[in-house]
């Protein structure tokens, strides 16, 4: 079944470590996106790629770098987890960066950052 | 800044009753207005909306989107317990690479 696979589901982490959250997609998609969401604040856009070998910044950036080495593959990485990036994260993609195609989503990873 | 704000924040409705859900908005560059609804864990695409005064459908959904008073209701008619859900709703705007803002949701519960 075509879609975007996110992994782990769930995580907890020692603050101070460093983790990778994996997200593929089979949809051939271009751009893709990883937000967090939290309670009372929505969704906000950490990073986003809008074609292969290329990433720009969102909202929250900081303490978060991805890379996009391909059309399929978007890792998202925590150098160093604090306890406030203690958060539900999705990847999520669309066709193009245009804006006239809709998001879809992963399942998303649930992380606590102890 | 790009702002959307959804309300009412949460609503509880009996099953049967009909709801309107509201989404405003103040962007720059408006490309689209899209509502997703979600419930356990990943959101699902409910609606596109580009054009304003046309309204989009599916079973007993329905949106419209006015691009002149900057909003966008989401209907809900003769609702169901499977209908319970947070609503967001995300504006696409920009120049060049069109990025997505989200509300911040409207938590429904409907009751038997």
């Known amino acids: 079944i075509a879609g975007i696979t996110q992994a782990p589901t769930s995580q907890i982490l020692a603050a101070g470590r460093r983790m990778t959250l994996r997200c593929t997609q089979d949809?051939?998609?271009?751009?893709m996106y990883w937000y967090r969401q939290d309670l009372g604040l929505g969704l906000r856009l950490i990073h986003y790629?809008?074609?292969?070998?290329?990433?720009g910044k969102g909202e929250v950036p900081d303490g978060y770098s991805v890379s996009r080495a391909n059309t399929d593959d978007f890792p998202l990485t925590l150098a160093s987890a604090v306890p406030s990036q203690t958060s539900v994260y999705f990847c999520?993609?669309?066709?193009?960066?245009?804006?006239?195609?809709?998001?879809?989503f992963g399942n998303g990873t649930r992380l606590t950052v102890t | 800044e790009d702002k959307v704000v959804q309300s009412p924040l949460s609503l509880v409705v009996h099953e049967g009753d009909t709801v309107t859900l509201n989404c405003s908005y103040e962007?720059?560059?408006?490309?689209?207005l899209l509502w997703y609804k979600q419930e356990k864990k990943a959101p699902t695409f409910l609606f596109m909306l580009?054009?304003?005064?046309i309204e989009k459908k599916s079973g007993r959904l329905s949106s419209i989107l006015d691009k002149k008073e900057l909003f966008s209701i989401l209907n809900i008619t003769a609702t169901q317990t499977g209908d319970s859900a947070v609503y967001l709703c995300?504006?696409?705007?920009?120049?060049?690479?069109?990025?997505?803002?989200f509300g911040k949701g409207t938590k429904l519960s409907v009751i038997p």
């Open positions: 999520a993609s669309r066709e193009t960066d245009r804006g006239n195609s809709p998001l879809h």
């Open positions: 949809m051939r998609h271009n751009a």
């Open positions: 790629s809008n074609t292969a070998g290329t990433t």
């Open positions: 962007v720059t560059n408006f490309r689209s």
């Open positions: 580009t054009s304003s005064g």
């Open positions: 995300a504006v696409t705007s920009g120049a060049g690479s069109y990025q997505l803002t």
